[in-house]
T-cell receptor, first 110, second 114 residues
Framework: EDKVVQSPLSLVVHEGDTVTLNCSYE??????LLWYKQEKKAPTFLFML????IEKKSGRLSSILDKKELSSILNITATQTGDSAIYLC??????????FGAGTRLFVKA | SQTIHQWPATLVQPVGSPLSLECTVE??????LYWYRQAAGRGLQLLFY??????ISSEVPQNLSASRPQDRQFILSSKKLLLSDSGFYLC?????????????FGQGTRLTVV
């Protein structure tokens, strides 16, 4: 059965801290690994990773995929209160399905 | 760019009542469309997906059904709601040019069955 597991489930940090969110996947016909940020309602897209070892960056956020370990990490440096959200990891299969993890709930204290 | 409209935003329905949630997509054609449910503290569970008009695939056996009467319209329905149908329902769409890319999400409908 396809599954995506994220850790930790929740995390509380102070502004300025650096955080690392983890995602492991077991997805049939794996095509890509996706990260989303969900604040109140609709998840918004952050990254799509298809190649192992190539880091993708967007401002203070970065992510990398390890296909050998079937895992990915999402790093956030110099965290801000606006980074507080649920971060969702998802594995995209060769069909039309995307399997989501339960998410990591991040809370950044001022 | 794509825009996904979902309504209503919130809904409180009694057990045994019917349900109809609507999702429409703008800015793309022939998209893949998805219905997800997110329970409190949980990830997104795929309920249905559709690759074209009238084509529906169900991922989990349940009390719900889906229909796609038009290319950019996706409807989630139930004849009789159960308490366990409560949750946050999200409609999503893939871009039409490459259906293996990220999805765009609507703002969701928070359904509470009482």
């Amino acid at each position: 059965e396809d599954k995506v597991v994220q850790s930790p489930l929740s995390l509380v940090v102070h502004e300025g801290d650096t955080v690392t969110l983890n995602c492991s996947y077991e997805v049939t016909n794996f095509r890509s690994l996706l990260w989303y940020k969900q604040e109140k309602k609709a998840p918004t897209f952050l990254f799509m990773l298809t190649s192992s070892g190539i880091e993708k960056k967007s401002g203070r956020l970065s992510s990398i995929l390890d296909k050998k370990e079937l895992s990915s990490i999402l790093n956030i440096t110099a965290t801000q209160t606006g980074d507080s959200a649920i971060y969702l990891c998802a594995g995209n299969t060769g069909g039309f399905k995307t399997i989501f993890g339960a998410g990591t709930r991040l809370f950044v204290k001022a | 760019s794509q825009t996904i409209h979902q309504w209503p935003a919130t809904l409180v329905q009694p057990v045994g009542s019917p349900l109809s949630l609507e999702c429409t997509v703008e800015g793309t054609s022939n998209p893949n469309l998805y219905w997800y449910r997110q329970a409190a503290g949980r990830g997104l569970q795929l309920l249905f997906y559709s690759v074209g008009i009238g084509q529906i695939s169900s991922e989990v056996p349940q009390n719900l059904s889906a229909s796609r009467p038009q290319d950019r319209q996706f409807i989630l329905s139930s004849k009789k709601l159960l308490l366990s149908d409560s949750g946050f329902y999200l409609c999503a769409s893939n871009r039409d040019r490459d259906k293996k890319t990220e999805a765009f999400f609507g703002q969701g409908t928070r359904l509470t069955v009482v």
